[in-house]
């Protein structure tokens, strides 16, 4: 049975940082591209940063320069490092394993709320 489990959601103040995590199971982890995604509410899911097998990450334009995508592939984990967190950072952020071949999982989210 394949898992991701998100953690490191939180309340943060405008400014602040968080560092998301996910771990993955049931899957042979370095065959998959990872990313996260987020929803804020009344709004569609939306890519924030993916990572390949061979290390290409990918950041959306919005949290450039602030979120930094990573993996530790021994420990079946990738994380987002986000800083310089605003309000409209406010969401629920999802984990998704991506293979070439087509089999997709997704995490059942963390929520992140930036108030002030």
């Known amino acids: 049975q394949v898992q991701l489990v998100e953690s490191g959601g939180g309340l943060v103040q405008p400014g602040g940082s968080l560092r998301l995590s996910c771990v993955a199971s049931?899957?042979?982890?370095?065959?998959?591209?990872m990313g996260w995604y987020r929803q804020a509410p009344g709004k569609q899911r939306e890519l924030v940063a993916t990572?390949?097998?061979?290390?290409?990450?990918t950041v959306t334009d919005s949290v450039k320069g602030r979120s930094t995508i990573s993996r530790d592939n021994a420990k079946y984990t990738v994380y987002l490092q986000m800083n310089s967190l605003q309000p409209e950072d406010t969401a629920v952020y999802y984990c998704?394993?991506?293979?070439?071949?087509?089999?997709?999982?997704w995490g059942q989210g963390t929520q992140v709320t930036v108030f002030s």
């Open positions: 049931g899957i042979v982890f370095s065959m998959y591209t």
């Open positions: 998704k394993a991506k293979a070439n071949w087509g089999s997709e999982y």
């Open positions: 990572l390949t097998r061979s290390g290409t990450a």
